[in-house]
């Protein structure tokens, strides 16, 4: 029987992938523990990506990579699966925004874990979609084919 | 003062915070008090920086928009009760301009619940990108609207009835 998630956990989760983007634009290093477990891994990147493991290494990142020129980050078309081990794998968008107003976007591919003081995300997969060259498509890892809804194979 | 937010209480918040966008952005002067406060305070930081005070200053404020303002898309909404019980919340705009740019910030919010139901008390709006020159608070007034251990990601009550 497929899991089922309640709406105040998928309301819950929501929140916190919305708090993502106040927490990381604004370099609220303190505040990344609100968001992520202690031992996340964030994959950055479409093809070797770079990869962040654990949160005192990411909050490094974010504290060194983070500057006033990066885009601010809008989470939106976030679509949850429960998984039988009790995660929930969240597939979003981001549109971001850089300082001149231009636009980039991607995707999170999120799992969720719920903790003693609320869900966090555990692992994170950002992967850009725009801008991009013309006529290549976008590149997706094996691995994007986890959070196919249905999955790969049957129908 | 409210001490904690059940999940219809969440639900209606955010939508009246979508429901802002549509009524501002219509130029709907009435429809400002199925959003507001009849005291509510809407402040900006664009530029000098304006306050509107009161529904009658923000209903005029809504007439008077110039037809060129950008419409206000809100996303990223987190609403939750601070240490004072006070609820409130914080989102972004995306507000597309005529020339097909696009303008983003912060909106800081004061919620109050009225017998019509809940209602925006303050609101202050802050322009992120593309950076624009501004006039914020400084940066410890917006210390209130970063929540703590435990007011988000919990899976709130539902409430009875």
């Known amino acids: 029987m497929a899991a089922v998630l309640s709406p105040p956990d998928a309301l819950a989760i929501h929140e916190i992938l919305a708090l993502f983007a106040h927490v990381f634009d604004n370099n609220e290093v303190e505040d990344l523990g609100l968001v992520f477990t202690a031992d996340v891994q964030v994959d950055v990147g479409a093809g070797p990506s770079q990869i962040y493991q654990g949160l005192t290494e990411f909050a490094d990142f974010v504290r060194n990579v983070k500057t006033a020129a990066a885009p601010d980050h809008h989470t939106v078309n976030t679509s949850l699966t429960p998984q039988d081990d009790g995660s929930v794998h969240a597939r979003s968008r981001y549109i971001g925004i850089n300082p001149e107003g231009r636009l980039t976007s991607g995707e999170w591919l999120d799992v969720l874990v719920r903790t003693p003081q609320g869900w966090r995300i555990s692992y994170r997969r950002s992967l850009p979609r725009t801008p991009r060259p013309a006529g290549i498509g976008v590149p997706t890892p094996r691995t994007a084919d986890l959070w196919q809804a249905t999955p790969v194979g049957e129908s | ?153 919990v899976p709130r009550e539902a409430t009875a009835g």
């Open chain 2, 1 to 153: 003062m409210a001490d904690s937010l059940s999940v219809e209480d969440v639900l209606e918040i955010h939508e009246l915070l979508a429901r802002f966008g549509h009524v501002f952005d219509s130029r709907d002067a009435a429809g400002m008090t199925e959003v507001m406060t009849a005291d509510g305070v809407s402040e900006g930081t664009i530029g000098a920086g304006y306050t509107v005070p009161g529904m009658r200053a923000i209903q005029e404020f809504t007439r008077r928009c110039p037809p060129d303002t950008p419409d206000h898309n809100t996303v990223g909404a987190i609403v939750f009760v601070d240490a004072d019980g006070v609820v409130r919340a914080r989102s972004r705009y995306i507000a597309p301009l005529v020339d097909g740019t696009v303008h983003a910030g912060d909106f800081f919010d004061i919620l109050v619940r009225t017998p019509q139901g809940w209602r925006i008390s303050y609101r202050i709006s802050v322009p992120r990108r593309p950076v624009l020159p501004i006039s914020p608070p400084p940066p410890e007034f917006f210390d209130a609207w970063r929540p703590r251990v435990g007011d988000l990601g």
